[in-house]
């Protein structure tokens, strides 16, 4: 039987008091539990009451989307060219141009469902995701797949994926303007709030689907979803990908519009020399169409739009979501990127190499989770107990506060590669103070047995510490405090000595900060551990009364996190590419410094700017040094922002990553926000131009190269498309000109331009890299898509193909044959463009030196030549298209026009002097 939530609450917003029931009347009600749901009852639940996500407009018809292709301002041209045919009885004709018509449409409607279904596979990839409890363990499900009965846990960032009734909170705030208009975030409870007519703004107990969390911690049990929230009316939870276009399907755009009002302009010429040497009335008004047709590269929008997606699905390959179409074309721009160090330089698996406390400077073996590393000392002899912990009880206070102030988990220990290694869940940090402990027998879930929580301050990027307020079974309260060393030494008054609390001296502080200085030159991030063990007297007051007062300081732990595998040759490949990387971080100077030696990202000498140095400069002086600068150290979201509006003040094209909500100005602000996908927000995440789905640095060089390759396939369509239609108008005036009869008839046109340089153009949009791509300069983001040689080789193939489809008709009037002379322009002409594409495989290389870059280029332009011998041999085609069947010696004649120039190129190769285009410069 299926299953039903009581009350079927679901029909109603708020049919059940959710605000005024108590966590046990919830369970009843949700028939859930603090441990979640089961994985079958949440199945069942999604077959019940569908997907967690909010109405979106109703899917266009594909019978309504191919005949949308019949709207384009050139196929109502064709339409009534067709129309005309008929009128004046010439049926052949009219025929013809409705199957070519209905070709191109057929071939418009597949390149836009190709594109539409790439888009939508990219807004699945771009989908929010929830943290939730299922069968007792916490897991990440896509939002949603959410069902009501679920346990929801929330953190800073996150994006509330259902109306919830919240059971836990730690300092929660939400932010709930976009469905209040309340500017300030709302502090929330877990009490019962029984006044009824309350407005949503006072639901203090619920979080609402679509808020933003931007402080604390909570869980709760989700009551509704879907269309059922009270968001269920904003459609904005999936529109964070849009069908927009770029700036240069923008440009390109008007781009059309300016060759509509030239054509029409070398249409009205050509057709009133034509009227006027006496040439057929309805002649000449299919030609101007035909001639219009071929003018304007009508395929062009469609090809670019296919580049753009395919290049989109190569990204995501390589492990890059893109989430805003107009990044892939401002990649290819991007002259400096800023890269946070944890997780995106490096591993993002923590591990505590050294520990300082009494004045002794500690060893800790094993590297990332492995367990069975043990503690030396110069000093002492450290030996583990076997009820757990070591027999030095200061050591033993370290490792508890670093427990006790965590909201990392351990999975059970088991064997990796023959060690005794765990599994975390959370913070990489916080996961290796839990490592930490775990190699000295102590574990988080012992202790909780013994302590539990009652308050916590989360850790901010601006305190830069985490503090808790934990109390034992007999009611004796800690405060424990981890966090950057510089904000936790401060607070502290005492430290530990052989279990005696003696004063902080100048003389200790000293010692202290000389540890911390060892750890950092040793690329160790170090973060100080201190506690207060609150009087008996004073365990009454409120537990934020408990944290402020002087600490005892424990002690200091530097862990290392190793830069991650090839990050090193990415920056190297940036620094070739002329791409800047900058290294921002919060950690100590001395540590980022050393890491960004070791990554070739700085000297490892280098200047580091500090967040308080850039505290003290204004903004003209912060864009001097940031220009400069290769590391910028201890500093927060806000610093970023600041840095960022630094760098693009002196002309530079930014990339900025981001994980945390309080990046998300710093993203919005750069030319490329890049958000990491498996540690950042769902705030960052939306701010973010794309997303890094491994967090990796490696991955946004390699985005930049793709960017860089579409950019450059895009311009490589357009060589071809405009050089090759630019020659068909040029034949068709210059044989007005010279009074010559029409070289090809107004059918020849069409098919050159709507069928066979259809597939060769669009498989010329999808090809590999230039090899010598990175190692150019970033391309100008102000750079016009004719800039460098590229509006240059248009006009002179344009004039080649022009001349040499002119000579091939002229040697056929002059062999006296009218229609062996158009079959031999029509050929030479297409078999121009088919030898061209191949040319236009490379800026600065030739086919001979880089080769076949394009795997589906030889297919298409093999099939384009076989659809053209058909129409020259093909009894039927011939009388449409009034060709006429050629010689061997016409096609060596044909082929020599069309491809001689590629032959030479060829001989050229062969004779050790090989083809290509100079020095590479900014803008080939």
């Not at 597949?110 to 699945?124: G, H, V």
């Not at 995106?344 to 500690?362: K, P």
């Not at 490589?716 to 000109?737: F, T």
Request: glycine share 10%; hydrophobic share 45%; proline share 5%.
């Amino acid at each position: 039987m299926a299953e039903r939530l009581p009350g079927n609450h679901l029909d109603v917003c708020f049919a059940e008091p959710w605000q005024a029931l108590d966590e046990p009347a919830l369970s009843e009600r949700l028939h859930s539990g603090v441990g979640g749901l089961s994985h079958q009852a949440a199945r069942q639940r999604l077959m019940n009451y569908g997907y967690n996500v909010l109405r979106s407009k109703a899917r266009v018809p594909l019978w309504l989307r191919f005949l949308a292709q019949f709207k384009d301002f050139m196929i109502l041209v064709l339409l009534a060219a067709t129309g005309v045919s008929l009128l004046l009885g010439e049926i052949a004709d009219a025929v013809t141009i409705l199957a070519i018509v209905f070709l191109n449409a057929v071939l418009g409607f597949i390149q836009e469902y190709r594109a539409e279904r790439s888009l939508e596979a990219l807004k699945k990839l771009a989908a929010p995701e929830a943290r939730v409890l299922r069968d007792n363990s916490e897991q990440r499900i896509p939002a949603e797949e959410i069902v009501p009965g679920d346990v929801v846990l929330l953190e800073p960032g996150d994006r509330v994926p259902g109306d919830l009734r919240l059971t836990e909170v730690n300092a929660l705030a939400v932010d709930e303007s976009p469905l209040t208009g309340e500017s300030v975030p709302v502090m929330k409870q877990t009490g019962m709030l029984q006044a009824a007519g309350l407005h949503l703004a006072d639901l203090s107990n619920m979080a609402f689907s679509g808020t933003t969390v931007t402080r604390g911690r909570g869980k709760g049990f989700v009551v509704a979803t879907g269309m059922r929230t009270q968001m269920g009316q904003i459609a904005d939870l999936m529109d964070t990908v849009q069908e927009e276009i770029t700036p240069l399907q923008r440009r390109l755009a008007e781009l059309g519009k300016a060759l509509v009002v030239l054509c029409l302009a070398v249409c009205t010429l050509v057709v009133g020399i034509g009227l006027w040497q006496g040439e057929p009335v309805y002649r000449m008004i299919m030609t101007g169409v035909s001639l219009a047709v071929a003018a304007i590269p009508e395929g062009l929008p469609a090809i670019v739009t296919i580049a753009l997606a395919i290049g989109v699905q190569k990204m995501i390959r390589r492990q890059a979501i893109i989430r805003k179409l107009p990044a892939v074309e401002t990649l290819g721009c991007a002259t400096t990127i800023c890269s946070d160090k944890t997780g995106t330089l490096t591993q993002n698996e923590m591990t505590i190499r050294r520990v300082y406390l009494n004045g002794e400077a500690v060893s800790v073996g094993g590297t990332g989770y492995d367990l069975s590393g043990g503690f030396t000392s110069r000093q002492r002899t450290i030996r583990k107990q076997k009820k757990g912990g070591t027999d030095w009880p200061d050591l033993n206070n370290l490792l508890l506060a670093g427990l006790l102030c965590n909201n990392a988990t351990l999975a059970k220990p088991g064997r990796r590669n023959g060690k005794r290694t765990t599994a975390i869940t959370g913070d990489p940090t916080e996961a290796a103070l839990l490592v930490l402990a775990a190699k000295a027998g102590i574990w988080r879930h012992d202790v909780e047995n013994e302590f539990h929580r009652i308050w916590e301050q989360p850790f901010d990027s601006e305190t830069k510490r985490m503090t808790v307020v934990t109390a034992n079974q007999a009611g004796q309260r800690w405060v424990c405090v981890k966090g950057a060393f510089e904000t936790v030494l401060p607070l502290c008054a005492a430290v530990r000595r052989d279990g005696v609390d003696v004063p902080l001296s100048v003389a200790e502080k000293a010692r202290i900060v000389a540890a911390q200085e060892r750890m950092g030159k040793g690329a160790l991030r170090v973060l100080a551990v201190g506690w207060r063990e609150v009087p008996a007297n004073l365990t009454k007051l409120e537990p934020a009364a408990l944290a402020e007062g002087p600490l005892v300081f424990l002690g200091l732990v530097g862990m290392m996190d190793p830069p991650r595998a090839g990050v090193k040759e990415a920056v190297a490949r940036c620094h070739q590419a002329g791409i800047r990387t900058v290294m921002i971080t919060g950690d100590h100077p001395v540590t980022a410094l050393a890491v960004a030696g070791e990554l070739g990202i700085s000297s490892g000498t280098g200047e580091v700017i500090t967040g308080i140095q850039i505290d003290g400069l204004n903004d003209r002086q912060l864009a001097q040094k940031a220009e400069r600068a290769a590391v910028f150290a201890r500093v927060s979201p806000v610093h970023k922002l600041r840095i960022v509006r630094a760098l693009k003040a002196r002309g530079q094209v930014v990339a900025m990553t981001g994980d945390g909500v309080n990046d998300a100005p710093a993203l919005k602000e750069a030319d490329i926000g890049v958000a990491m996908g498996r540690t950042g927000t769902d705030v960052t995440k939306e701010a973010a131009a794309m997303v890094l789905a491994d967090d990796n640095f490696i991955t946004i060089v390699a985005a930049v190269e793709e960017g860089r390759a579409i950019y450059a396939n895009i311009r490589k369509c357009i060589r071809y498309l405009l050089s090759c239609n630019a020659g068909e108008v040029l034949v068709m005036l210059l044989a007005s000109i010279l009074a010559l009869p029409l070289p090809l008839l107004p059918l020849h046109l069409l098919w050159v331009n709507l069928v066979t340089d259809g597939l060769p153009a669009m498989a010329l949009g999808v090809g590999r890299a230039e090899p010598d791509l990175m190692y150019r300069p970033p391309r100008p983001a102000r750079e016009s898509i004719f800039a460098g040689v590229l509006a240059k080789r248009i006009l002179v193939w344009g004039t080649y193909c022009g001349i040499v489809t002119l000579l091939a008709f002229a040697w056929g009037i002059y062999l006296g044959d009218l229609p062996l002379a158009r079959t031999l322009a029509f050929c030479t002409l297409v078999f121009f463009q088919l030898f061209y594409v191949f040319d236009c495989q490379g800026d600065r290389f030739s086919v001979y030196t880089m080769g076949l870059g394009y795997p589906y280029l030889p297919g298409a332009v093999l099939v384009s030549a076989l659809m053209q011998v058909a129409v020259v041999y093909f009894p039927p085609l011939q009388q449409v298209f009034k060709t006429v069947p050629l010689e061997p010696s016409h096609w060596l004649v044909v082929l020599f026009l069309a491809g001689g120039w590629m032959a030479a190129q060829g001989l050229w190769y062969l004779v050790g002097r090989p083809v290509n285009r100079g020095q590479p410069t900014t803008s080939q």
